[in-house]
Nanobody, 121 residues
Framework: QVQLVESGGGLAQPGGSLRLSCAAS????????IPWARQAPGKGLECVSG????????YYADSVKGRFTISRDNAKNTVYLQMNSLKPEDTALYYC??????????????WGQGTQVTVSS
């Protein structure tokens, strides 16, 4: 079955960095887009980044553009989200997901369980 397992979350100071990983199994990883979304306490779900199936196209929300970088290693069935210059407002539960198709704009059909990111001094 499809599994998406996030890791790499934790506590970071403002201005610090974290790298999230999303390890996937149960499907042909190289054929599908992988987005990252987050949900902060009391707020709705926000899609922060996405990458198409071969890594040639990416998306970033304005709130993270220039600070976050998404990448994927199809040989390892893993997508990474490098988060730099972290801000307290980046505090959220971060989820990776599987797109229904190769384009990162495709709808999502599976979600991971999430990894918590807390940015605080």
């Amino acid at each position: 079955q499809v599994q998406l397992v996030e890791s790499g979350g934790g506590l970071a100071q403002p201005g610090g960095s974290l790298r999230l990983s999303c390890a996937a199994s149960g499907f042909t990883f190289s054929s599908y887009a992988i987005p990252w979304a987050r949900q902060a306490p009391g707020k709705g779900l926000e899609c922060v980044s996405g990458i198409n199936s071969d890594g040639s196209d990416t998306y970033y929300a304005d709130s993270v553009k220039g600070r976050f970088t998404i990448s994927r290693d199809n040989a390892k069935n893993t997508v990474y989200l490098q988060m730099n210059s972290l801000k307290p407002e980046d505090t959220a539960l971060y989820y990776c997901a599987k797109g229904r198709y190769s384009d990162y704009e495709s709808e999502i059909d599976y979600w991971g369980q999430g990894t918590q990111v807390t940015v605080s001094s």
